[in-house]
């Protein structure tokens, strides 16, 4: 169990700019989460799936936000036209969607700063 | 709406003192989950709470959940700087859907 991955760990973008982050889950969990955490808060949800179907968005979510989870194993969370507001610490989560309500296990999370 | 209010939000103790956090809220929840989280990394979970009144000890840590199961509490015992972090609340109200919702946290710093 090498547990949840997350790429990059820090990415700094010009306003404008579309990034992309990737979430490798724990390889048994068929559920994946995203979350977004600004300073002094806790995070929010943003998406989840299960196996390769986005089940569930926040309105958090607006249109230049996209997330994947093709095959069912590894995801990626794409931001397009990047704004100042969305810096924030970027978290990805998984579980058995069995055990979804015995806590999550999170990556490190991307630092996305916006200049 | 914030659906988990924590207090207090921010607590500096000395080492060996004991603490009290606490997590609540209006809504019922079917279980509710505490996790730690340290500057630059994500939270890690510390306990899941399931049944109304439920007492779980993890260490020095005392988790309890409220008869009703609408509130929490995270009793530390002789704090140690170890312990220093963010301590949330989170959980999936039953009216909420399947996702799980976070408290904003308590800051804790145990100074040596």
């Known amino acids: 169990d090498t547990g949840v991955s997350q790429n990059p760990r820090h990415k700094i973008t010009k306003r404008g700019q579309n990034v992309t982050f990737r979430c490798d889950p724990i390889s048994e969990h068929n559920r994946l989460y995203w979350y977004r955490q600004t300073l002094g808060q806790g995070p929010e949800f943003l998406t989840y799936?299960?196996?390769?179907?986005?089940?569930?968005k926040s309105r958090l979510l607006s249109d230049r936000f996209s997330a994947e989870r093709p095959k069912g194993s590894f995801s990626t969370l794409e931001i397009q036209r990047t704004e100042q507001g969305d810096s924030a610490m970027y978290l990805c989560?998984?579980?058995?969607?069995?055990?979804?309500?015995?806590?999550?296990?999170f990556g490190s999370g991307t630092r996305l700063t916006v200049v | 709406t914030q659906l988990l209010e924590q207090s207090p939000q921010f607590l500096s103790i000395q080492e060996g003192e004991n603490l009290t956090v606490y997590c609540n809220s209006s809504?019922?929840?079917?279980?509710l989950q505490w996790y730690r989280q340290e500057p630059g990394e994500g939270p890690v979970l510390l306990v899941t709470v399931v049944t109304g009144g439920e007492v779980k000890k993890l260490k020095r840590l005392t988790f309890q959940f409220g008869d009703a199961r609408k509130d929490s509490s995270l009793h530390i015992t002789a704090a140690q700087p170890g312990d220093t972090g963010l301590y949330l609340c989170?959980?999936?109200?039953?009216?909420?859907?399947?996702?799980?919702?976070f408290g904003a946290g308590t800051r804790l710093f145990v100074k040596a």
């Open positions: 799936f299960q196996n390769e179907a986005q089940l569930e």
């Open positions: 989170a959980g999936a109200p039953h009216t909420g859907g399947f996702k799980t919702i």
């Open positions: 809504s019922v929840f079917s279980s």
């Open positions: 989560a998984s579980s058995r969607r069995d055990r979804s309500n015995y806590g999550y296990t």
